[in-house]
Structure formats: structure tokens, C-alpha cells
């Protein structure tokens, strides 16, 4: 299976900070990468698409980029609607795996 | 608007089975397959498997072969997955969701169900 190491496991941040989560990949995944994010209580949504792709809604103030092992999940800005939890997927191949998540807390 | 109704919550006793649900509309069902993903708090979120909606093939994580198995009604839409002999590490909240395709072999997963607790206990 494709191993997901996602850092760091948590994060405090300060409104309006930019904050970078990291997601490293046991093996080449191209760019066949998601990001999610579930909110305290809510449901997972997906927010970033094949690495670099804002999923309709997502505001531009999160970004992604990477290929291959290594991929980054940026938020500028930051707000208070941005706590939450933040996971990398793979999609490249079954079976799919997770990051451990980021827990996103705001100082 | 695309939606994904899961049944409701569930509690049983250890060694039991137990079938949830997962029906979804707002779109044409069996254009989609559905996966399925388990979250603990123990373990984050754990990718259980995918069925297809269209001809019932699946294709499931070598880890829950044997406990999982999921099936498919398409006259209403709906998607089940069944839980055998469940015990403490099934406790969870398991949910499905529907894949998009963005090229190549690549799904992201862009709508979720609301998630079905199961909790094993005795």
C-alpha cells in the first residue's frame, strides 16, 4: 500500500497567518493527489483536486502544489472558519490511503 | 443537488453484523460508483473500498476483506455496506462518498454521506 505521511500532526496559528501543511508519499503518485478538510462536527469536503485544483467553493486563499512524493497544502490568511482537520489522499492507485491529518488550531 | 442519505445511527453487541445504508440522488446513480471510508479516532480516516453502482463489481481494502461487503440496489438507488462480526475496533463512523473523475485513473472523493455511527458494545 501507498503510505501517506502528512506533517505536522498539529498546528497553531495566528488570524491571518499562512500556514503550510506537508504530505509525503512512499512512492511516485504523479499528481493524484486530494486534500480534504473536515470541520469540528462536520463531514469531510474535499477542497483540492489532482494536487493544485480548487474544488468548486473553495476559496483562493488555499492552494496546493507538489508531484510525485511530495505535495503542500497552503492557507494565506487565515481565518477563523479555516479550523478544522486537514487530509491528503492518494488516488492512484487501490487502495486508497490517508494522510493522519493536521489539526488546525487558531491561537 | 447531489445527495447522500445515510441510514442512522447503530448500536450492537459484539459479534453481531450489521447493515448500513447509503442512497444517494440528485444525479444519476449508476454513473458513479460509491466508496466507502471508515473514521476512528484511533485511526484517521481508513479507505474500506468502492463498488460499482452500474454492475455491482467491487473492489475492497485487503484489510476489511472478510469484514466488509458491500452491494449495491440500483432500482432505489441505494448502496449497502454490511459489517460482520463486529467487535470494539469496528466502532467507528463510517461513511460513503461519491468519486469524480479528474483524469487519468484519478477520483477525488466530492460528496460524502453524513456519516453512520456504529458503536460495539455489550
Known amino acids: 500500500d501507498i503510505q501517506m505521511n502528512q506533517s505536522p500532526s498539529s498546528l497553531s496559528a495566528s488570524l491571518g497567518d499562512t500556514i503550510t501543511i506537508t504530505c509525503h508519499v512512499s512512492?511516485?503518485?504523479?499528481?493524484?493527489l486530494s486534500w480534504y478538510q473536515q470541520k469540528p462536527g462536520d463531514i469531510p469536503k474535499l477542497l483540492i483536486y489532482?494536487?493544485?485544483n480548487l474544488h468548486t467553493g473553495v476559496p483562493s486563499r488555499f492552494s496546493g502544489s507538489g508531484s510525485g512524493t511530495g505535495f503542500t497544502l497552503t492557507i494565506s490568511s487565515l481565518q477563523p472558519e479555516d479550523i478544522a482537520t486537514y487530509y491528503c489522499?492518494?488516488?492512484?492507485?487501490?487502495?486508497?490511503?490517508f494522510g493522519g491529518g493536521t489539526k488546525l488550531e487558531i491561537k | 443537488q447531489v445527495q447522500l442519505q445515510q441510514s442512522g445511527a447503530e448500536l450492537v453487541r459484539p459479534g453481531v453484523s450489521v447493515k448500513i445504508s447509503c442512497k444517494g440522488s440528485?444525479?444519476?446513480?449508476?454513473?458513479?460508483?460509491m466508496h466507502w471510508v471508515k473514521q476512528s479516532h484511533a485511526k484517521s480516516l481508513e479507505w474500506i473500498g468502492v463498488?460499482?453502482?452500474?454492475?455491482?463489481?467491487?473492489n475492497y481494502n485487503q484489510k476489511f476483506k472478510g469484514k466488509a461487503t458491500m452491494t449495491v440496489d440500483k432500482s432505489s438507488s441505494t448502496t449497502y455496506m454490511e459489517l460482520a462480526r463486529l467487535t470494539s475496533e469496528d466502532s467507528a463512523i463510517y461513511y460513503c462518498?461519491?468519486?469524480?473523475?479528474?483524469?487519468?485513473?484519478?477520483?477525488?472523493?466530492?460528496?460524502w454521506g453524513q456519516g453512520t455511527s456504529v458503536t460495539v458494545s455489550s
Open positions: 462518498a461519491r468519486p469524480n473523475y479528474y483524469g487519468g485513473s484519478y477520483y477525488a472523493l466530492d460528496y
Open positions: 440528485g444525479y444519476t446513480f449508476t454513473d458513479y460508483a
Open positions: 463498488i460499482s453502482t452500474y454492475n455491482g463489481n467491487t
Open positions: 512512492q511516485n503518485i504523479n499528481v493524484w
Open positions: 489532482k494536487a493544485s
Open positions: 489522499q492518494q488516488g492512484q492507485s487501490y487502495p486508497y490511503t
